[in-house]
């Protein structure tokens, strides 16, 4: 197992989210025609090991009193680090399930400190960049780009009504609300067909609204994909919240790949992407959205115009092997690499899963089940900190006081071994 020369470090979640796709796997995939590159998620028993003898490490947003220390001692090294901010940690919708989280203050003042120790900042919108760019002197925006490949615009023809469609999380639970109540009772409606892809909570949106949708299952990306490609209209609301203006506009890269003309509201990232009638719509209130509407239902050869116009757009202009360029000259800074094309690695381990199940048992509040299988997993990884760690905090809900002194201790010493590895090859 090869050191790369930058490594991605991120919290557990699915390699097939979006997110992790647009900021990890995707830049880096293409970054790697620059330089070697790795991804890396916490729950790698050598996440740390790795991160602490990559010679450039970018931090995706982990918020955790170990990542203090890990930035710290790579400091002690003359090792550079990264720091990315992708979403507004301070204020975080409370319809998300990790809202009771950012809300805290010492979780937001651990995002400063760590921004602030770290040799830069990078953002994923600009918004987020004029926002937070007090947290280091040196930052720069990475926006949110394309894989690298062709896109074919396919022919649309209907003997039904146009489809009209939307996809969002729980996040986007008033967003979700606006559009159902905008597409509630409008004559218009019966001209179009409505899909869906969301959870329980906002499809119920449109239920209360009396609006029939054809539901979807979320999924993967390439399931949100195919979905896109059964629409004709993709709409993207936003509200005007601090969370919403630093978004990024990959909604509308999404749409514009498959062929999907974008009508998306009029402020946030939309505003400086999306040329009104050019490439896609721009809408302010619920009247011009019904107007836009309208509009696209009428004309169809407008509508093989934009599709055209955004999709060249996107293929030759928000790829990540374009965007690639940019990155890897920014990374330079702090990196003593020439000009080569190399491999992206993802470092995956066989018992990951295993432990993302257990830490969700853990805070699902199944403790017994939680701790047996964090037990099954110390014996197979028994010099892995985080298990010890977590195991600590398990015991000491129960109050078992005496047995979370000892796994405290033991994770203790294991991360003062780890944060002093001597830099090199990892063994296999």
Aim: aromatic fraction near 8%.
């Amino acid at each position: 197992m090869s050191i790369p020369d930058c490594l991605f470090l991120s919290h557990p979640q699915s390699r097939n989210s979006g997110d992790y796709l647009h900021r990890v796997a995707w830049p880096g995939d293409a970054l790697a025609s620059h330089m070697s590159v790795g991804g890396i998620q916490t729950t790698h028993p050598q996440a740390l090991s790795l991160a602490m003898q990559a010679p450039l490490l970018i931090i995706m947003m982990i918020i955790d009193p170990v990542i203090e220390r890990l930035i710290k001692a790579r400091k002690r090294r003359g090792m550079s680090t990264v720091y990315e901010i992708s979403d507004d940690f301070a204020d975080f919708p409370a319809s998300l399930p990790l809202h009771d989280f950012y809300s805290r203050a010492e979780n937001q003042q651990m995002v400063y400190r760590l921004a602030g120790l770290c040799d830069a900042v990078q953002f994923s919108s600009e918004a987020l960049a004029e926002k937070y760019q007090h947290c280091n002197p040196v930052i720069h925006v990475f926006r949110n780009q394309l894989p690298d490949k062709s896109y074919r615009l396919k022919n649309r023809t209907h003997s039904g009504p146009l489809v009209i469609g939307w996809s969002g999380s729980s996040g986007h639970l008033e967003d979700a609300r606006f559009l159902a109540e905008t597409l509630s009772g409008w004559s218009g409606l019966r001209q179009l067909s409505i899909a869906v892809m969301a959870s329980d909570n906002i499809i119920q949106c449109f239920k209360q609204a009396g609006i029939r949708v054809k539901r979807y299952a979320t999924g993967s990306m390439q399931a949100y994909l195919k979905f896109l490609r059964k629409l004709d209209v993709g709409v993207a609301v936003l509200g005007k919240s601090d969370f919403n203006q630093g978004r990024s506009d990959g909604k509308f890269l999404e749409y514009a790949s498959q062929g999907v003309i974008a009508l998306c509201s009029a402020h946030g990232p939309y505003l400086s992407t999306i040329k009104d009638g050019v490439n896609g719509f721009l809408f302010e209130d619920a009247e011009q959205l019904r107007a836009k509407l309208t509009c696209i239902v009428k004309d169809a050869s407008m509508r093989q115009r934009i599709r055209q116009v955004a999709m060249d757009e996107v293929a030759t202009t928000r790829t990540h092997a374009i965007a690639s360029t940019d990155r890897a000259d920014f990374y330079r800074q702090w990196l003593n690499v020439e000009q080569g094309c190399a491999d992206y690695q993802e470092f995956e381990h066989a018992d990951e899963a295993d432990l993302l199940g257990a830490l969700e048992l853990h805070a699902a509040g199944q403790l017994e089940a939680a701790f047996e299988v964090y037990l099954q997993l110390l014996d197979r990884q028994n010099e892995f900190y985080l298990l010890w760690q977590r195991a600590s905090e398990l015991c000491s809900q129960t109050g078992l006081a005496q047995d979370a002194a000892l796994f405290a201790d033991k994770a203790s010493t294991l991360l003062d071994d780890v944060l002093a590895v001597t830099p090199g090859v990892m063994e296999e």
